[in-house]
């Protein structure tokens, strides 16, 4: 049994804004059904003090210095099922409508990692691995290396870093090395945490870590190269010897259409059609549109770039004047939430929208919807293609990161083992030629059940991934 501590800025259940939060929340449930004592360390935000101040226990209160600033941080414990979860409310850094998006969540999350770093003597516990997740939680490795050097308390803690999204980096100004975190200037003039001319909390990990992870064997691949990395591949390259990308899974308690309390009929495979006609009148029902004798196409997600969302809207207009209804769950930008509404506006009974994210919407949508868009610019690894396929819709997706190691594209002769479609050039023409792709699978049922039917098999749990992560564990904890 190994103690493993993870520290990340949000964590399913709890908070959460993306992907991020459903990673860790899995991961450390898996490992601790595996058998390792698990804790995890997050912040305690405003939006979660109703439901969890009850049922938490605090345990103490002690400060953290930054430079000339004292600040307290108040640890609460609860117990989740299979790991202890470790809440650290401050409420000057996260009494706050939102998690992100402040002009100082440089400081906030430096002073979560100094809290974060200190709980661990706070309670005289030593974890054998400390993973960090992100640019939020990456400077910690580097505090446990370069902290006060009377400290030996963090020696022999090996550290792992996952990088979900290379596009934050955790950028601030070289003079908040020593102001936040009380590092030495010197660690920015030997390039250790320098990026672009500031601190990278990102870098730092990268540099700092025993090992960096990302988040699928393909996005690990593409973070090696010039064009996929966000710049990082410079760094990444050096440390390509520990450096691995493990493949993350679903939650497949919560997202089990077998057992799935918030959709219409639980299905199976053994009832796949008549489950997913039900859930499909009740999704369009939902969003109050109508059947026209297409598919309907779904998406879950936020609306930026990153995700594709530009191509999205010229590109479905084809499918929409063919029959095909389309269904609209997230929020993000807001150019693209105002292009959703004006596409509703022009489709009024087919297209339907939701802006905002809601928990029982997103279960309706993956029951009841045909094919499930994905189409996105880049994708460290993607979990709604895996949730699509584990209900029956079949993702339709650009294969770049993870989104390329979990769906096989049929190309025509390959109905025994495609589980989705896909295209590889990032476009409006590509992304609409693959739509047209689903209209025909779609009008020929047969070929369209065979894919459901694979996707529906495939093993997305945690369980293998889990036991990755303690190979890796047993690796560097190997090491002297």
Known sequence: MKKIAMVASEVAHYCKTGGLADVVYALSDALGKLGDEVMVVLPFYASMKEKYIPL?????????????????????????????????????????????????????????????????????????????????????????KEGPRFDDFYDGIKTVLTIHN?????????FFLNDFYGLRDELFDTGKVRFEGMVSTLKSGIVYSDVVTTVSPNHAAELLTPMGSQGLSGVLNLRRDDFVGILNGIDVEEWNPAKDKKIAKKYSTKNIEEGRHL????????????????????LVSRLTYQKGIDIVLPAIRSALSRGASFVVLGSGEHHLEQGFENLRREYPSTVGIYIGYNDDLAHKVYAGSDFFLMPSLFEPCGIGQMIAQRYGSLPLVRYTGGLRDTVCGYDGHNADAATGL???????????????????????????????????????????????????????????
């Open 279 to 298: 859930n499909q009148a009740d999704l369009i029902k939902s969003f109050n549109i109508g059947y026209y004798g297409g598919p309907v196409f779904g």
């Open 56 to 144: 938490s226990t605090k345990i103490g209160v002690y400060d953290v210095y930054m430079s000339w600033r004292k600040e307290e941080a108040h640890v609460f414990l609860y117990q989740d099922k299979h790991f202890k979860a470790y809440l650290i409310a401050n409420d000057y850094y996260f009494q706050r409508d939102n998690l992100y998006g402040y002009n100082d969540d440089g400081e906030r999350f430096a002073f979560f990692s100094l809290a974060a770093k200190q709980l661990f003597r706070f309670l005289n516990y030593k974890p054998d691995v400390v993973h960090v997740h992100d640019w939020q939680a990456a400077m910690i490795p580097c505090l446990f």
């Open 422 to 480: 896909g295209f590889y050039d990032y476009g409006v023409d590509a992304l609409k030629g693959t739509i047209d792709q689903a209209l025909d699978v779609y009008h020929d049922q047969k070929l369209y059940y065979a894919l459901a039917l694979n996707a529906m098999k495939l093993d997305h749990s945690w369980k293998k991934s889990a036991a990755t992560y303690q190979k890796l564990y047993e690796k560097i904890l190997s090491r002297p």
């Open 166 to 174: 290379p596009a934050f980096k955790g950028m601030i100004d070289r």
